[in-house]
């Protein structure tokens, strides 16, 4: 079982940048697939991000291509979402997430596929 901590989030101007991290601990990510996902208020929780376990694939939602890159570094045990040029609509609570399922075609899209959650961090992006 892996425990994940989010943190980073805060208070930045439209354009800006935030990196968030998500710390594990108990178990090593290089076992898990990872993924960012986002809840803004009155908004159901949407995918954000996510990084396969043994490829190290990465997959974006469109609304972030280009912008926000998501990586982990084994040896810290810990995934980043370094997100660029952040636009209002950026903001919500951001979600680190784990999954040890079998890996079917956009599998990774769906927030149920995945065990493990942290408790989020806030992102607010001023206009």
């Known amino acids: 079982q892996v425990q994940l901590v989010e943190s980073g989030g805060g208070l930045v101007q439209a354009g800006g940048s935030l990196r968030l991290s998500c710390a594990a601990s108990?178990?090593?990510?290089?076992?898990?697939?990872m993924a960012w996902f986002r809840q803004a208020p009155g908004n159901e929780r949407e995918f954000v991000a996510s990084?396969?376990?043994?490829?190290?694939?990465?997959f974006y939602a469109d609304s972030v291509k280009g912008r926000f890159t998501i990586s982990r570094d084994n040896a810290q045990n810990t995934v980043y979402l370094q997100m660029n040029s952040l636009k209002p609509e950026d903001a919500a609570v951001y979600y680190c997430?784990?999954?040890?399922?079998?890996?079917?075609?956009?599998?990774?899209?769906?927030?149920?596929?995945?065990?493990?959650w942290g408790q989020g961090t806030q992102v607010t992006v001023a206009s």
């Open positions: 108990g178990r090593t990510i290089s076992s898990y697939h």
């Open positions: 990084l396969s376990r043994v490829r190290g694939s990465t």
């Open positions: 997430a784990a999954s040890t399922n079998t890996y079917l075609l956009g599998s990774n899209y769906n927030g149920d596929w995945y065990d493990y």
